[in-house]
């Protein structure tokens, strides 16, 4: 009942919204796969989700590794720091970001003390994305993390003594092993990526608008609701097309490290 009403009740709406507004047809969703507008921040928008969702991976893999390599003690203290963030509001994180960012900011002297000059980070793709990859990367190192602890430790030393180079060892035995949980991690950080709205409207500027900001122009500001519904759909849509897309390969069960006799339990 909660999920009807709070969710399905809504999307319902959207989309009877998105076909008879202003008029009834699919003219809406015509205009959304012609519109050079459109288009163009639909395209953004993906390629944002792709980068933020590679920049996490390539942070939070070795992160997760260390977390299931030190003692416990140490263990405690890098979990606490993952989820640090979240119990602290996102919008005082991006307005965090936004005061690190900006001209004349911290971020913007220490880099020109380095003597990269007066980088523009502030109103940018690398600036949202900076702030994007530090929202999401709880996101991935968890999942990674409960795929990586089940792993045998044993396996790679095994392969380097039977004469396996360190990265073949890795490439062959361990990365394969954690992949339901790269899986999972990418698959969270990406949907979640899609419909970003606070960051990259704070940090970004309007010539680097997501399909989130641009439906909010559409009904908040236009009050073009068909068009509106027609977008969040489309959003929706490309959201559960990653879901299936990952569904048809991983097991949600080994997404989330359980292994087969955990399943039968």
């Known amino acids: 009942m909660v999920v009807a009403v709070v969710f399905v009740v809504p999307m319902a709406r959207l989309a009877w919204l998105s076909v008879t507004t202003p ?9 959304v796969l012609t519109d050079g507008v459109s288009l163009t921040v639909i395209w953004r928008t993906l390629r ?3 980068v933020v969702t590679a920049v996490c991976l390539l942070f939070a893999y070795p992160y997760a590794y260390v977390m299931t390599v030190v003692p416990p003690r140490t263990r405690a203290v890098l979990t ?5 963030p979240f119990w602290t509001s996102l919008m005082a994180r991006t307005f965090a970001w936004v005061v690190l960012l900006q001209k004349g900011g911290p971020v913007n002297d220490a880099l020109a003390a380095l003597g990269l000059g007066d980088v523009r980070l502030a109103g940018s793709a690398t600036g949202v994305t900076i702030a994007m990859a530090q929202v999401m990367l709880p996101f991935m190192v968890l999942p990674l993390y409960s795929s990586m602890r089940d792993v045998d430790r044993a396996l790679v030393p095994a392969a380097l003594s039977l004469g396996a180079r ?33 960051t990259p409207a704070l940090l970004g500027s309007p010539k680097e608008s997501m399909i ?10 236009v009050l073009d609701f068909g068009a509106g ?7 929706l849509v490309v959201a559960l097309a ?3 897309l990952v569904a048809r390969f991983v097991r949600p069960g080994a997404a989330l490290g359980m292994s087969d006799e955990g399943d039968r339990r």
């Open 242 to 244: 990653l879901l299936g």
């Open 23 to 31: 008029e009834t047809g699919l003219a809406n969703y015509r205009d």
């Open 212 to 221: 989130a900001q641009l439906i909010a122009v559409k009904v908040q500001d």
């Open 166 to 198: 360190p990265a073949v060892a890795f490439l062959r035995v361990y990365l394969p092993l954690t992949l339901p949980g790269v899986a999972a991690g990418t698959t969270l950080v990406a949907v979640l990526s899609l419909g970003f709205y606070v």
């Open 48 to 50: 944002m989700m792709l």
């Open 80 to 84: 606490t720091i993952v989820l640090l």
């Open 229 to 235: 519904g027609a977008l969040s759909l489309t959003l």
